[in-house]
């Protein structure tokens, strides 16, 4: 049997994708190499599928980390809206959060792949489970089909590869379709960890572990000039950084930087210099019998001013009378410039998406097809591209595979 369109990869990429395209008439089949689909969606989000983002084009575009313009086409022919009016059809209802981010109305990430498997049934797809690919087929110049693990082919007219990423190996995302691209000629932009804690190297920071910080402001400064910063979320862990700010930091940090690199942390991002030397010495003027750690844990949560007062080498049994304004201004200077070194990330199977992947260069923006083999198309995490945290990721999925299975229906 000869399909119109094989999909290679049951991911939210593979899924649309394969719908969208026999929903336009194409008899599809989707290979997954797992025993049920959508591993991966179903950690999102922490469990709640935070599955696309709220913003406008511009303001989404400036979320992406890598190669924004290439994704205009895919992100203008099905958006958010979209997106979620589609899940409106499919009866799941959207709750969207004051930071943009939108996840089910139910936060069950569950009922978001239930509804992805009944379109995929709904359309007519044909779903094969167990079913990993060894590599794409292609003849003189044009795609043909997979070869199965088993050595079973599957013959094709057209092929969609959304084989996903390298991290969460345990989802099935092993970078398979790097490989198989690979073999039909295309360039593969090295893959980096995306979205990854960071390590540091000051044991202080292990001492903190589990602590978490509302608002910082994280910075990365070469020659005096900053390179990168990221505002939100800080956690402190056993090897080193994680959290929203950190997370969406390090994508820039893997693709821009090398390490180790000095890293500084504005505690206090709301509060200038010369204000937060003014709090300080008013809390110590009312209080002046007080310790100046008690003092300091009026301001701080109440693990990290011990650790603070140690870093600026003040003693914080002192009380508050006695504390000189160089030692105020030491203190401020810690908590506006905290720094800790990096010396690198966690491993890429740890990251929550993967950079790098096919070259863009090699791939029609307009329909996503090859240009390389005629016929072959690709979408999602295996693309080079990626975004910060917020569901930016999650759309481009959608929005890759939306086009891509569209394109293949057009072009049969």
């Known amino acids: ?24 008439g194409l008899k599809v089949v989707l290979l997954e190499k797992n025993d049920r689909l959508g591993k991966k969606l179903a950690l999102t989000g922490g469990g709640r599928c935070n599955f696309t983002n709220d913003s406008d084009g511009e303001a989404f575009g400036r979320n992406i980390v890598t190669n924004g313009k290439f994704l205009y086409s895919a992100l203008n022919a099905f958006a958010g809206r979209h997106l979620m009016q589609l899940f409106q059809t499919l009866g799941i209802q959207a709750r969207v959060e004051a930071d943009g981010r939108v996840f ?8 978001v792949l239930k509804a992805l498997q009944k379109h995929l049934q709904d359309s007519g797809v044909e779903v094969r489970y167990n079913s990993g690919v060894r590599q ?6 044009q795609a043909a089909g997979a070869l199965l693990s088993d050595n079973t082919r599957v013959k094709g007219r057209s092929v969609l590869v959304a084989t996903g990423g390298a991290s969460y190996q345990q989802t099935g995302s092993s970078g398979d379709g790097y490989r198989m691209a690979r073999r039909l000629g295309h360039t593969i932009v090295g893959p980096r960890p995306a979205l990854v804690p960071l390590v540091v190297r000051d044991g202080w920071v292990r001492e903190l572990q589990g602590l978490a910080l509302d608002r910082v402001m994280l910075r990365v400064a070469t020659g005096g000039r900053v390179k990168a910063e990221q505002s939100g979320e800080l956690l402190f862990t056993h090897f080193g950084l994680s959290g929203p700010a950190v997370l969406n930091l390090s994508s820039f940090l893997t693709k821009h930087f090398s390490f180790p690199l000095d890293l500084i942390i504005d505690l206090k991002p709301g509060w200038p210099g010369e204000g937060l030397k ?13 310790s100046l750690k008690n003092t300091l844990s009026v301001i701080l949560p109440q693990r990290l001013a011990p650790v603070i007062l140690v870093l600026a080498g003040v ?16 203190l401020v200077s810690v908590l506006k ?19 790098g992947g096919v070259s863009v260069k090699e791939i029609n923006p307009s329909t996503l097809e090859s240009k390389i083999i005629r016929g072959l198309y690709f979408a999602g995490e295996v693309i080079d591209v990626d ?16 086009l891509s299975g569209s394109s293949a229906g057009d072009g049969q």
Not at 278 to 290: C, M, S, V
Not at 315 to 330: F, K
């Open 104 to 111: 089910p109305a139910s936060g069950q990430s569950g009922a």
């Open 315 to 330: 003693d914080g049994s002192r009380q508050g009378a006695q504390v000189t304004r160089g030692e105020r201004e030491e």
């Open 387 to 402: 975004a910060l945290t917020g569901g930016f990721n999650l759309q481009i999925a959608f929005s890759t595979g939306y």
């Open 1 to 24: 049997m000869e399909y119109d369109l094989v999909v290679v990869g049951g991911g939210p990429a593979g899924m649309l994708g394969a719908a969208v395209a026999a929903r336009k």
């Open 337 to 355: 410039n905290l720094a800790v070194t990096v010396t690198g990330t966690r491993s890429l199977n740890e990251a929550i998406v993967t950079g």
């Open 278 to 290: 003014k709090l300080l010495q008013d809390q110590l003027q009312q209080h002046p019998a007080r």
């Open 136 to 141: 794409l087929l292609s003849r003189d110049g």
